[in-house]
């Protein structure tokens, strides 16, 4: 995920909103997705934005400026269940067509 | 159904060995995807199947992998002569049209001695 970039790591304690922060370059966007990835485990699909705006999923939101290459994706209420590490892909049809193309990720750490 | 299967779910080999990977998608599902992760990375993709035809190739999958999907539906990842920079988890994702997420399975965690 060369064009994709999210911090390495946070940390919030348990009730707390935090906002993860996902920046990307692609020639030909088409999507924004975010995933949830429990250590050990397969990635999960939370949430998908193609046009600008906020989408609103129960605690989670994600939010895209396609002009800025731009995207966060909003945890409210924060559980200690929410420690995973919060993956960003673009779907880029000049670079890999209808694949995703991931970032590092971002492992967030909640506390009590 | 009850989602994206994968097997094996471990595989030790040792260098040099070949091994194969299979993957049976959500039934209805006509996209099928090949990725690895390694730690601390995000999954990195390596082909792309639609139906029996497989349609995309990342520049990392090297003329030691080949993968197929037969009759549209199972697919197989195989690697030979793996070397030690193999080691991974290779993950198989399945979608039902452009524009809707990917479901992923658990994943095949190789390594290679």
């Known amino acids: 995920g060369q064009n994709i970039d999210q911090p390495t790591e946070m940390t919030a304690t348990e009730g707390a909103i935090v906002q993860i922060n996902c920046t990307y370059q692609?020639?030909?966007?088409?999507?924004l997705f975010w995933y949830q990835q429990h250590a050990g485990e397969a990635p999960t699909f939370l949430s998908y934005n193609v046009l600008d705006g906020l989408e609103e999923k129960g605690r989670f939101s994600s939010f895209l400026s396609r002009s800025k290459g731009y995207s966060y994706l909003l945890l409210k209420e924060l559980q200690m269940k929410d420690s995973a590490s919060y993956l960003c892909a673009v779907r880029d049809r000049k670079q890999a067509g209808t694949a995703l193309i991931f970032g590092k990720g971002t492992t967030l750490s909640v506390s009590s | 159904d009850t989602g994206v299967s994968q097997d094996p779910r471990h595989k030790i080999t040792k260098r040099g060995q070949n091994v194969t990977f299979r993957c049976d998608p959500i039934?209805?599902?006509?996209?099928l995807y090949w990725y690895r992760q390694t730690l601390g990375q995000g999954p990195e993709f390596l082909t792309y199947f639609q139906n029996e035809a497989q349609l995309e190739k990342s520049r990392l999958l090297s003329d030691r992998f080949s993968a197929e999907r037969p009759k549209g539906s199972f697919s197989t990842l195989e690697i030979q002569r793996t070397e030690q920079g193999d080691s991974a988890m290779y993950l198989c994702?399945?979608?039902?049209?452009?524009?809707?997420?990917?479901?992923f399975g658990q994943g095949t965690r190789l390594t290679v001695v």
């Open positions: 994702a399945s979608s039902s049209t452009e524009g809707t997420e990917a479901f």
């Open positions: 692609t020639s030909g966007f088409n999507g």
């Open positions: 039934s209805e599902h006509n996209r």
